[in-house]
């Protein structure tokens, strides 16, 4: 009988026991269950790759060839002495802005002026006896080669008297075109030899640049095409100029032929600048562009990364031109459509991806506004 008391009793006792051990087996489980959930949230969460887009959008572009080529003058002269003597006055200097025909420098003529003087007493003399020998030749008085023999003692005379007038004239150096004063050579006091280099004068009301141009392009430029330059020299300032003309023939060996573009000189730009150039074959006012650092660069064809629905799509496009920082769509996107232009490095074919800057989504804002009203915690906070 005691037992069956005893039996009983702990009969009783241990079902509230199990009970509070199967709540607390659920409870381990709700909270494992969560934790899993929150882990997938979280995992979620870590694949959005952050990344920067830009919208596809219109504006003009042009169809334009680059290049980079010194500036050239096409137009100068190497004053050369044309007879030996000392330099007795040396009238330019560097930079000087000279005329043709005005005088550079002066040399010692001495020596040239006795000769010339010299020629000319002969000169005179001969044609004096000339003069008497047509009086003779009139009477029959004197024969017919005299006659001759003194006619042409007096052209071989005058011939030498100019050749020495010729020579005496040489001692003025004279500048043979206009332009500005690029070196001069002797000092006063310098003797200079016939053929030295003296004065060197550069022409630089014109200049040109000289490109050589792929011969892929040969369709496509042709002579009278507006022309723009930068130059190194002249940061932040824009040149106009025209191609001038153009070489018919391509050089074998390179595959390019020559295009001449000429410049306005006289202002500020100089004979060896340094120009970059860029020359526009074709416009459109009106083109679909995107940034051209979202283009995908060693895939093949060309392509971007599009963003739908959050995540990212290789999208294959058709380009037109570029031009500068943009790049013509002629094909797979549409006007207002989204493309990665920073963060590309990271993504594939159906990355997830957080747009930096992107507000966040107004359903999402509204239904976290709602589950706040709806919290106990939060109302009596």
């Known amino acids: 009988m005691l037992h069956h008391i005893l039996f009983r009793s702990r009969t009783r006792g241990a079902a509230p026991a199990a009970a509070l051990a199967l709540a607390c087996l659920f409870a381990v489980a709700a909270c494992s269950g969560g934790a899993k959930e929150a882990g997938k949230d979280d995992e979620k969460a870590e694949e959005a790759v952050p990344v920067e887009v830009a919208g596809v959008t219109r504006q003009a572009v042009a169809a334009s060839y680059t290049g980079t080529a010194p500036l050239e003058a096409p137009t100068e002269a190497q004053v050369v002495a044309k007879t030996s003597g000392v330099a007795l006055e040396v009238l330019v200097e560097e930079g000087d802005h000279v005329r043709a025909g005005q005088v550079l420098a002066r040399l010692d003529a001495d020596r040239a002026r006795l000769q010339a003087d010299q020629t000319a007493a002969q000169m005179r003399k001969l044609e004096n006896q000339f003069a008497r020998a047509e009086r003779l030749a009139a009477e029959q008085l004197i024969a017919a080669s005299d006659h001759d023999q003194i006619r042409f003692d007096l052209e071989n005379a005058r011939a030498t008297n100019r050749l020495a007038n010729l020579e005496l004239s040489y001692a003025e150096v004279k500048a043979p075109i206009d332009g500005v004063v690029a070196s001069v ?191 106990p915690t939060a109302q009596s906070q």
């Open 185 to 375: 050579s002797p000092k006063p006091g310098n003797f200079v030899q016939i053929n030295t280099p003296i004065v060197r004068i550069v022409d630089t009301s014109r200049l040109e640049a000289v490109l050589n141009v792929p011969e892929r392009e040969l369709a496509t430029l042709q002579t009278g095409l507006p022309v723009t330059m930068q130059v190194d020299a002249l940061p932040g300032q824009t040149f106009e100029g025209v191609i001038d003309r153009m070489s018919p023939v391509v050089d074998a060996g390179s595959g390019t032929f020559r295009v001449i573009m000429a410049f306005e000189g006289g202002g500020v730009l100089q004979p060896g600048m340094f120009g970059r150039i860029s020359i526009d074959y074709d416009q459109r006012a009106d083109a679909l562009v995107v940034p051209r650092v979202a283009l995908l660069e060693g895939q093949g064809e060309p392509a971007v990364f599009a963003v739908r629905e959050g995540k990212v799509a290789r999208t294959p496009i058709e380009l037109g031109y570029l031009d500068g920082q943009w790049a013509e769509v002629r094909g797979g996107l549409e006007l207002g459509d989204q493309v990665v232009v920073a963060g590309k490095s990271a993504l594939r074919e159906g990355t997830a991806v957080s747009v930096i800057g992107a507000p966040a989504p107004a359903a999402l804002a509204d239904g976290a506004g709602a589950e706040q009203a709806a919290s």
